[in-house]
Structure formats: structure tokens, C-alpha cells
């Protein structure tokens, strides 16, 4: 019987931010919705399986939608335990997403805030199209 493999090609028509803070999740993101008067709120999880681990890995992620300019935020802990979500960007413990209609100085806007919180240490551009897992990222 033949084997036949199905090769699909995404669109990743969105922003990456790569936030280094040692913060536990609940309290980085209650930062984050004070420092930029968003309403980011828990959904369910992201869980990838590795090959290596019989058990899958849950990584949190946290949804925000600004109705205003129809664009979705989406906070992404990259780091749980000893497994990395997008192992490229190590020293990132949370993504940034932001999928919608967004300007380049809103973005830039969006980082230097990000960039005031407390126990923040660095905020940075990731380029989607140099990550090799960037498909955990579509949902």
C-alpha cells in the first residue's frame, strides 16, 4: 500500500514578542493588564507531546481581544519546568502573539511599555519565519 504524506503551509500573518521575567505567570500577567489596561484572561493550554517524553507538556497561554481595532493578543508561557515551547528563543519565559490589525509603532509602543514593568528584563522582536517550531504557535 502507498504512503502518502500531507504537506500543509500555514500563514503566520502575526507578531512574536519574546519577554525575558522571572515572574510566575498569574502575577506577569496581572502586570501586564495594569501596565497596558488590558483583560487578558486564562484559556486552555497548549499541550505538545515531545518525542523524547512519554507525557505531554502543558504550556498556559492567556487570550486578550481588542474589539476596537479587531486585533487578538495572546500571552504564551515558553518555559515550563525544563521544557522550552519555541527551544530557539530559550531566553524568552513568555511569547507575546499578536494576531489582527496592528501598526509597527503600536507594536513598539506595546514593547517599551512591556519594557517598564517590574522584573522585566528584556523585551524583544522575534521573526516568526526563522523558527522552526513556529507551527505550536498557530491556534
Not at 94 to 111: A, D, F, Q
Request: hydrophobic share 40%; net charge neutral.
Amino acid at each position: 500500500m502507498a504512503k502518502y504524506k500531507l504537506n500543509i503551509d500555514y500563514e503566520y500573518d502575526f507578531i512574536l514578542i519574546g519577554i525575558a521575567c522571572h515572574e510566575i505567570d498569574l502575577k506577569f500577567v496581572w502586570q501586564v493588564n495594569n501596565k497596558l489596561q488590558t483583560e487578558f484572561v486564562k484559556v486552555q493550554d497548549i499541550s505538545i507531546r515531545e518525542k523524547k517524553n512519554t507525557d505531554p507538556v502543558n504550556y498556559g497561554i492567556y487570550h486578550y481581544l481588542d474589539e476596537g481595532i479587531h486585533t487578538d493578543f495572546f500571552i504564551i508561557v515558553n518555559k515550563t519546568g525544563n521544557s522550552t515551547l519555541i527551544a530557539e528563543q530559550k531566553q524568552a519565559d513568555y511569547l507575546l502573539k499578536i494576531s489582527g490589525n496592528i501598526s509597527v509603532e503600536e507594536k513598539y509602543r506595546i514593547m517599551k511599555k512591556l519594557k517598564e514593568i517590574n522584573n522585566v528584563i528584556m523585551v524583544f522582536d522575534i521573526d516568526v519565519e526563522k523558527i522552526k517550531a513556529k507551527q505550536y504557535l498557530i491556534f
